[in-house]
């Protein structure tokens, strides 16, 4: 244990120093595997090129590009104004109202993007002007878009939870199904932490103004195709049309129709710099599943799974109280590392213990999700808040972070709820098997 312990202590001062946190976790992997077999660097660097080979070769890993490449057709359509325009005629009229439109739209942006950084950016753009119009303060516009971004790691399609398949082999089908009750119990929870907010100081946010029915009516019609390419793709895992891979294709090929037709794909020049956008996101997202995949056979050879296993039996910590232990650890972390790297990191660790527990590792993905959206807004590294101020530079941090704390709570709301009522997680999936 003492061994893996040191790897992450580098690991974390690496990250703090800079580094990308793909070839940090290659580096550390790498070196600590050599050690262990007395520095043996050939057998290092074999171990390297045959996890990169396998993992590479993996065809269920292509549903990543493809899903981040509906996400940029979707994107470049300009349909977070349609949604937040359409969420704006729902509810706008109502005292803090804007902020609840900002949260619905989030989730519709999330529905078909997938991401949280690129939710979190690109409501900034299209909400806070809205919010600032109508003298919202800056801790509640700039809290919501930080919050309404985490969406994007929970209701499928899920980057997240595709990756979390993958490493504790988890038919991703199935955890899309599980996300999709918490994803909307997260979005009414969100809903009442700014109706809370104003509830208790109204000047936060006032209320907007009522559109005519013919308007709302039409801002309605124009959100049609979201809904549509959401049905497709999530309704066709569901009933066993296609698998998820078959989805994304689906999803990326929907998108980028939506987008032609739309008139914002119409040029080679335009498409190529798509694909360009994808290609460099998907490379990213696949350098850190490759060092985390090294490091994490770094951490099995030095055992530490095996000594947790055995320490929380001399603890007598029975399943529950395991789960609350990583629970406490990813929060942890995830005020440091972004979602996907916390979940490749700290998955490996306890996927060996839980499993001998009999964990539902469907039901322990869901909250392991909810765990990393946590940290994507809590002190003192929160990605989505850090990405809200990289938007809007003249919003203090102090003000962000003020103002996603009724979302944290929001969270750990959510976070009890699926512990002890394990059903919102893992009911539709047990009613459609």
């Known amino acids: 244990m003492e061994l893996a312990l040191y790897g992450f202590a580098v690991l974390l001062f690496l990250s703090f120093c800079g580094f990308p946190l793909g070839f940090t976790t290659l580096l550390v992997g790498f070196v600590g595997f050599a050690y262990t077999r007395e520095w043996n660097w050939e057998g290092a660097m074999t171990m390297v090129g045959q996890q990169v080979m396998e993992t590479g070769a993996n065809y269920g890993l292509s549903v990543i590009p493809l899903f981040i490449l509906m996400g940029s057709f979707i994107h470049r359509s300009n349909i977070s104004e349609d949604l937040f325009r359409a969420a704006y005629a729902f509810i706008g009229y109502r005292k803090g109202g804007l902020a609840q439109a900002t949260v619905l739209a989030s989730a519709g942006f999330s529905a078909v993007s997938g991401s949280s950084l690129a939710t979190a950016a690109t409501m900034t753009k299209v909400a806070m002007p809205h919010m600032r119009k109508y003298g919202y303060a800056d801790s509640l516009s700039s809290g919501v878009v930080a919050a309404g971004g985490t969406l994007g790691i929970m209701i499928p399609p899920s980057v997240p939870l595709i990756i979390y398949g993958l490493v504790a082999e988890e038919d991703i089908g199935k955890l ?258």
């Not at 765990?371 to 809590?378: A, N, Y």
């Not at 003020?402 to 009911?427: E, H, S, Y």
Request: glycine letters at 10%; charged letters at 10%; hydrophobic letters at 60%.
């Open 176 to 433: 899309f199904i599980a996300g999709t009750i918490p994803g909307i119990l997260l979005v009414f929870l969100f809903l009442g932490a700014v109706r809370f907010s104003v509830w208790r100081n109204p000047s936060l946010g006032r209320a907007g103004d009522k559109l005519p029915r013919s308007e709302r009516f039409a801002a309605y019609a124009k959100v049609w195709p979201v809904i549509v390419l959401f049905l497709l793709v999530l309704g066709g895992i569901y009933i066993g049309a296609f698998t998820p891979t078959e989805a994304s294709g689906i999803g990326a090929f929907g998108a980028a129709a939506f987008a032609f037709f739309k008139g914002h794909v119409r040029s080679w020049a335009a498409l190529l710099d798509i694909l360009i956008d994808s290609t460099k996101t998907s490379a990213i997202l696949f350098s850190v599943i490759f060092g985390a995949l090294v490091f994490s056979n770094f951490i099995n050879l030095s055992g530490l799974p095996y000594d947790l296993l055995d320490m929380m039996d001399a603890m007598n910590m029975g399943p529950f109280g395991v789960i609350i232990f990583v629970c406490v650890i990813c929060i942890i972390l995830g005020m440091i590392f972004e979602a996907v790297g916390l979940l490749l990191l700290i998955v490996p660790v306890f996927l060996p213990t839980l499993q001998l527990m009999g964990v539902d590792m469907i039901w322990f993905g869901i909250i392991m999700v909810v765990v990393v959206e946590m940290g994507l807004i809590t002190p003192p590294i929160g990605m989505n808040v850090f990405t809200v101020r990289a938007v809007m530079p003249d919003i203090k941090l102090g003000h962000i972070f003020k103002g996603v704390v009724p979302f944290v709570f929001a969270d750990v709301i959510a976070l009890v709820l699926i512990l002890l009522f394990p059903v919102i997680a893992i009911g539709l999936v047990e009613l459609l098997r």
